[in-house]
């Protein structure tokens, strides 16, 4: 009986197999050992830090993070959260960091448009002004908002990785037009640039140039600041900025999954013990 | 619901009560003494978790609708705002857009089970139809959830489908524009799909209270398909059901648990948490995965107006399915030859949802290339899916009508009884007859 039980679910979870999409043309990403990965999974609270920096020195010239506000970096799960200011507001390292940026506000005496520090309260400003700008800035291709780039992605936070890392010279044959990168893990067709032997290679080009380079960012933990680690650095801090609230998902879901499972032994022993005398 | 009533009021109240409004009689002749045949297996226990899967939808929908804000420019924020800033609103959100998958898995076993054990047949064919209203609702009320978040799936899967009726002649046109409420999908079409998709929960609901009303007239169809003939083929539904019912739902609540906490967006697609652009068609448009094998149908057929008659074909046919199995036999236990049809129609449906989900010209065996036939690649998706929509109609407009007629049934038990007391099987001598009624 139980293993017909378990049959469904198989039968369920096999359906659901299904949407696994088509290979795209693009290589599938390198995976790498996340700390926030399996039921048990948390941020490393330093991986986040670092991100953080990345994302501040490297990425936030162009990129937005509209969803995301200061106090999010010291709120449960974040970055610079410290259990003495449940409040993230109240939070010391957040205020300093948001007091860095500036925002724009209004004036409530004049209605002038002013700049202002900015608070934990305020959203992360955007580079440009509008759309338009942002791209005249890159060569017509726009820059994607952070919030939940990671989780809009095939691979999430794999992927991030690999793209940020997966530069390099392109293949013989293979003719980039100007203002573009090839990149073996973006998502394209280069077969109408490809004059080399047999299949175009996988992947695409994508308009934003190689950012990391060893040392270009300096951590303060001592962490040696390689490609590799501000790539994966920066990727577990953009899959926090997806999913902030991931700890407290999983946390929730092994005693979840601890309930459901002491729930259905006593039901399935009450099932035997009510059924024992009928034949059926 | 209908005919005879053991409840016997046992408190003034409850006699004052069942004289002026009998809730509690209708509460305790359909969840407690219901009599019901005392061989259903698993499969039985998918009726109840679909009234759970509906009960956590509607939940969950109505708090979510609290939140959510039904405006293109502020659609998918506001559903970020719930994940992030609400308390539990991850949960909350998490639990309607996986519970939607839920629902459908358990909806698919429920009709498997139909279709296997003849639940459909005489006298349960406005039983079946009103199942088949209910499933429509839900695809169609699923279809209008998954617009909501205003993503770039939302957005390109609901100009896909709604475009599905421009096909039609003469009337196609007016009709996607009405549906529209305007030239394009727009802010009106979010606006009225809000509307539509709160609205028609409750009416599935409506309808699932026919539906149980309607198995409470005739009783449930059981495991070998022969009515109930005595008080021995039966037990109370309480404590006998609702504790086999419970623990399905517990171990249900399991897998929903193990996707909704760990693994919360495996079942939607990355692009639609990529805000809406009309100017940017996501690479491969594909809906979600409870409707991939009509989107199959649906591609299989090389003109357009075919295709979307064939895949509304494909649920209309379920509706005459009383009328198509010409058998007296309900159970397929008892019709080997049409079993092992039974059994390839399942394998056509997973591979219809296969097929839907890769690209017509995919090939179904990588690297091979011997099966070209004329100009037509046998060896592509897009073939797969033919044949496996053929088989999808045959097996109910040829396999089910011709194999009634045809096939010679093996004996079925002459009661639900029968087949279980066998000596080893029977009631030791001596047994409570009533273990509910026992500390």
Redesign the interface.
């Known amino acids: 009986m139980l293993r017909k039980g378990l049959a469904i679910a198989a039968l369920g979870l096999a359906l659901v197999g299904g949407p696994a999409l088509a290979a795209g043309s693009q290589k599938e990403p390198r995976t790498v050992d996340w700390s926030f990965s399996g039921p048990f999974g948390k941020f490393d609270r330093a991986q986040l830090q670092r991100g953080f920096k990345v994302y501040r020195e490297v990425c936030a010239a162009c990129h937005s993070m509209n969803l995301m506000s200061f106090r999010n970096l010291g709120q449960k799960g974040g970055p610079f959260y410290d259990p003495k200011y449940p409040n993230p507001n109240d939070n010391p390292y957040v205020k300093t960091i948001a007091k860095e940026y500036e925002v724009s506000d209004i004036d409530q005496e004049t209605g002038d448009v002013v700049k202002r520090p900015a608070t934990p309260a305020d959203h992360f400003p955007n580079p440009y002004p509008n759309e338009a700008a942002a791209r005249a800035g890159n060569g017509g291709a726009l820059p994607p908002d952070f919030s939940t780039l990671s989780k809009a992605r095939k691979g999430g936070a794999d992927y991030v990785y690999s793209l940020m890392t997966g530069y390099g010279t392109p293949p013989a044959g293979l003719e980039v037009p100007s203002g573009q990168y090839y990149n073996p893990y973006m998502l394209g067709d280069v077969s109408a640039f490809w004059k080399g032997e047999g299949y175009a290679p996988k992947g695409g080009f994508i308009a934003m140039p190689p950012q990391l380079t060893p040392d270009k960012v300096t951590f303060d933990d001592d962490t040696k600041s390689t490609i590799s680690q501000q790539a994966k650095d920066v990727a577990a801090f953009m899959a926090w900025a997806s999913e902030p609230k991931l700890e407290e998902r999983k946390a929730f879901g092994v005693g979840a999954m601890i309930y459901l499972t002491i729930l259905a032994g006593l039901l399935y022993v009450s099932y035997r013990r009510i059924w024992r005398n009928v034949a059926h | 619901m209908s005919g005879h009533s053991n409840y016997v009021p046992k408190t003034g109240f409850e006699r004052w009560l069942d004289a002026r409004l009998p809730v509690a009689r209708l509460a305790y002749d359909s969840l407690i003494d219901f009599p019901t045949p005392?061989?259903l297996?698993?499969?039985y226990t998918f009726g109840g978790i679909l009234a759970l899967c509906l009960g956590i939808q509607l939940a969950t929908g109505i708090v979510l609708a609290m939140h959510y804000v039904p405006h293109v420019d502020h659609a998918f924020?506001s559903i970020?705002?719930i994940?992030?800033d609400v308390n539990y609103g991850?949960?909350v959100r998490?639990m309607h857009s996986n519970g939607a998958?839920m629902f459908f898995?358990a909806v698919?076993?429920h009709m498997f089970r139909g279709l296997y054990y003849g639940s459909y047949k005489a006298p349960r064919e406005l039983l079946w139809i009103l199942g088949c209203v209910i499933y429509l609702l839900m695809m169609a009320t699923a279809f209008m959830g998954y617009v909501l978040p205003w993503g770039q799936m939302s957005f390109h899967g609901a100009v896909v489908i709604t475009n599905l009726f421009g096909a039609l002649p003469i009337i196609g046109e007016s009709i996607t524009t009405w549906l529209w409420g305007g030239f394009a999908v727009d802010n009106a079409t979010l606006n009225r799909f809000f509307s539509l998709h709160y609205l028609m929960p409750f009416m599935i609901a409506g309808v699932v209270i026919l539906h149980v009303w309607a198995l409470h007239v005739t009783g449930n169809n059981n495991p070998t398909g022969v009515q109930v003939q005595s008080k021995a083929d039966t037990?109370p539904f309480h404590?006998?059901y609702t504790?086999?019912d419970?623990?399905?739902i517990?171990?249900?609540?399991?897998?929903f648990?193990?996707f909704?906490?760990?693994n919360?967006?495996?079942?939607g697609?990355?692009?639609?948490?990529?805000p809406a652009n009309p100017l940017v068609t996501p690479?491969?448009i594909?809906p979600?995965?409870y409707f991939?094998p009509f989107y199959a149908i649906l591609r299989a057929v090389p003109d357009k107006l075919m295709g979307v008659l064939l895949m509304f074909g494909a649920i209309a046919v379920l509706f005459i399915l009383p009328w198509l199995d010409t058998s007296r036999v309900k159970s397929l236990r008892y019709r080997p030859t049409t079993r092992m049809y039974f059994f390839i129609f399942v394998v056509a449906c997973?591979i219809l949802?296969?097929c839907?989900?890769?690209?017509p010209d995919?090939h179904v065996i990588p690297g091979l290339k011997t099966f070209q036939l004329l100009d037509a690649d046998l060896n592509s998706m897009v073939w797969l899916s033919r044949f496996a929509t053929a088989y999808y109609f045959a097996y109910f407009l040829i396999v089910l009508p011709v194999m009634g007629l045809s096939e010679t049934p093996l004996d079925q038990p002459k009661s639900i009884?029968e087949p279980?007391?066998s000596p080893s099987?029977?009631?030791?001598a001596g047994?409570?007859?009533s273990?509910?009624k026992r500390g």
Not at chain 2, 250 to 255: D, E, H, S
Not at chain 2, 356 to 359: F, K, P, T, V
Not at chain 2, 425 to 428: D, E, H, N
Request: glycine content about 4%.
């Open positions: 005392k061989n297996n698993y499969w924020a970020e705002r994940m992030r991850w949960l998490y998958s898995i698919y076993a037990v404590p006998y504790v086999k419970g623990f399905a517990a171990v249900f609540m399991l897998m648990a193990a909704v906490f760990f919360p967006n495996a079942l697609h990355p692009d639609n948490y990529i690479a491969h594909v979600e995965w991939l997973f949802g296969l839907g989900a890769r690209l995919e009884s279980i007391l099987a029977a009631l030791p047994a409570a007859a273990p509910e």
